[in-house]
């Protein structure tokens, strides 16, 4: 929306040479024209909203998402919207409507998804504030894999309204939407608008000390089969860190090894597809393929994707074949989900008041184009924290000897959103945060 972004532009100038003074106007439009772009299964009055499905293509917004309406309140101007996986559920923004996105620092990789398009445009310098939303990582994996920083926030202080898919059921408490942002100190002013008068249950505005921080430490995830052995650079990335934390601020790094991280995927698995409170099962992925057409069968989709007839996505159509077997086991399914709730307590009770902990963002660096189908549950990195509502910040750590990103994730217990954000300022300035692509 390049002509109305410039539109709006001229409107700030104006603004900006009949105002009283800046303190009224940084008062009243904290973000007054700073361009933005929203990944595009937000809604964004007059962009497209197909979430990557076919049968959508012809979707237009009619209105804007809360957390978009309150940017724009805030003065930001939306240049557009960006890429992202088939209906959000999957870690290579790639579909049938808009194609591939590929990583700036090698054209060869993925930018990760689902909010992959934005993680790529920000990183590339298209833009400074990215709008994203996780339920398993969507927003931390595309700031990993790009090198910029994202924070998804305490569960259920950010509205979720105006996007597809959205939540339902037991995932409303999993979903989240968030911040991307090529430098740290904008996330927390991004953050205070997107939450509205939510942000008073975050603690934004208290003093953080990081000498009295508890910082703890989680190499791995305790060597799950189900996910790649974390790479040695990212390994070496967190060492450093832990190195410069305890040489600069003098604190002592407690290493942790917290069993039930383990089995995050089977855990973020089970949670993911369990009923809520009033018993309402979780929407099957199956029927959101089906939106604005006709119902999906993925065997028949399978069959169809084999010669090349089918407009879905292979991701989407493996995702729609596993959802059923998840319920062929309840009990199994239900003894994870109490295993997730008793891991919640004792991360709750680990980090409390003033903790922070160090955990990888994801096994690998940047994969290759198609690569992610050998692993699909890499993801597990990330998507445990959906789960345990926990906040967190994705905080880049310079690049690979590849040249791609690297990065580590902060994690605090809920609504300490404050430290982690901290944390990630005091990073940036100590390893230099965003990498321009190509700078060597």
Known sequence: RFEEALQEARQVDKLLSESPGDDYLEEKFPLLGVPITVKEAFSLHGMPNTSGLVNRRNVVATSDATVVSRLKQAGAIPLGVTNCSEL????????????????????????????????????????????????????????????????????????????????????????????????????????????????????????????????????????????????????????KVVEHLEGELGVQVQR????????????????????????????????????????????????????????????????????????????????????GKSLQEEMEALLGPDGVLLYPSHPTVAPRHHSPICMPFNFAYTAIFNVLGLPVTQCPLGLSSEGLPLGIQLVAASYNDHLTLAVARYLEKAFGGWVIPGKV
């Not at 942002?181 to 008073?200: Q, S």
């Not at 604005?292 to 065997?299: R, T």
Request: aromatic residues 8%; proline residues 6%.
């Open 88 to 239: 959000c559920m999957w870690y290579e923004s790639s579909n049938r409507v808009y194609g591939r996105t590929n990583n700036p620092y090698d054209l060869q990789r993925i930018v990760g998804g689902s909010s992959g398009g934005e993680g790529g445009v920000l990183a590339a310098a298209c833009s400074v504030i990215g709008v994203g939303s996780d339920i398993g990582g969507s927003i931390r994996m595309p700031a990993f894999f790009n090198g910029v920083f994202g924070h998804k926030p305490t569960t259920g202080v950010v509205p979720n309204d105006g996007q597809f898919p959205n939540a339902q059921g037991v995932r409303t408490s999993y979903l989240c939407t968030g911040p991307m942002c090529r430098y740290a100190e904008d996330l927390e002013p991004v953050l205070r608008v997107m939450a509205g008068p939510g942000v008073n249950k975050l603690k934004l505005n208290e003093k953080v000390s990081l000498e009295k921080i508890k910082f703890h430490c989680m190499d791995h995830d305790g060597g799950s089969v189900f996910v790649s052995p974390v790479d040695k650079e990212i390994l070496q990335a967190q060492k």
């Open 256 to 339: 942790v090894a917290i069993h039930k991280m383990k089995y995050s995927f089977q855990i973020w698995s089970a949670m993911m597809s369990s009923t809520d409170s009033n018993g309402q099962e979780a929407q099957l992925f199956t029927d959101l393929l089906g939106d604005h057409g006709k119902p999906v069968w993925p065997l028949w989709e399978l069959m169809k994707w084999l010669v090349g007839m089918s407009s879905h996505t292979l991701p989407a159509i493996a995702l729609g074949l596993t959802e059923k077997l998840m319920k062929l086991n309840p009990g199994a399914n239900a003894k994870l989900v109490s295993m």
